[in-house]
């Protein structure tokens, strides 16, 4: 499986996932003609799906512009109607826990805990028979997946980092810091994963470089931290 992290910030977030057969994008936070240039694609026909965790902008930017070039985009009802999509063949609407099928990619939606409606997604290839876990904007994981091949997850803040009390209880309901995110990465079997991804750093209250030290310390694992 091949991760390419094309933007991971509160400015905008998209990450390409492919497994040799077939492409798909996580999120769609920029706008289109971004995507296009930083992805080299030609959209629809590179792409075979987008997958958006939530209605933000810096997740679903280009949702509307991207069912119109013709991908099928995979959403929950509360982000389409937050976008103005009330009907459109290629919006599809995702619930909690189930399973879907794009080419030769299986993946099962995953309740995450933010401040709207908010998905994570297990990914299965059965074309490498590889799983992925992805995971941002939630401010913990309800789950334990086993048999992870690569996990994508955020590390948006370090506590010590956030001196503005207000701010301080909006991250705490709705994003994960990287005392959570460490926590979590030990208490879940990743003893078959290949590499973690770090996503969603906040541009001023995170340290890129301590982050990486403290999960490869924690885990043992490769870390990548995905640059904005």
Do not use: W
């Not at 995507?35 to 280009?62: G, Q």
């Amino acid at each position: 499986m091949k991760i390419k992290p094309i933007a991971s910030s509160s400015k905008g977030n998209a990450y390409l996932v492919s497994d040799g057969t077939t492409t798909i994008l996580l999120e769609c936070g920029l706008p289109l003609k971004d995507l296009k240039r930083r992805t080299n694609f030609t959209v629809p026909s590179d792409i075979a799906a987008c997958l958006v965790t939530h209605c933000h902008n810096d997740h679903a930017k280009s949702l509307n512009d991207m069912l119109n070039a013709g991908v099928d985009c995979y959403a929950l009802k509360d982000t389409f109607e937050s976008k103005g999509v009330t009907e459109h063949h290629r919006a599809k609407n995702i619930e909690i826990n189930k399973l879907y099928t794009v080419g030769t990619f299986n993946f099962i939606t995953l309740e995450m805990k933010h401040d709207v409606p908010c998905v994570g997604f297990l990914i299965h290839s059965k074309e490498t028979g590889e799983r992925l876990l992805f995971a941002t904007d939630t401010y913990l994981i309800k789950y334990a997946p086993k048999d992870l091949d690569y996990i994508m997850i955020e590390a948006n803040y370090d506590v010590r980092l956030v001196e503005d009390d207000a701010l301080k209880n909006r991250l705490f309901k709705s994003h994960m810091s990287i005392d959570t995110t460490v926590n979590y990465l030990k208490s879940i079997d990743i003893s078959r994963v290949k590499t973690i991804y770090l996503m969603h750093l906040s541009s001023r209250h995170s340290n890129e470089v301590d982050f990486k030290k403290r999960v490869q310390a924690a885990t043992g694992k490769p870390v990548v931290v995905c640059e904005e």
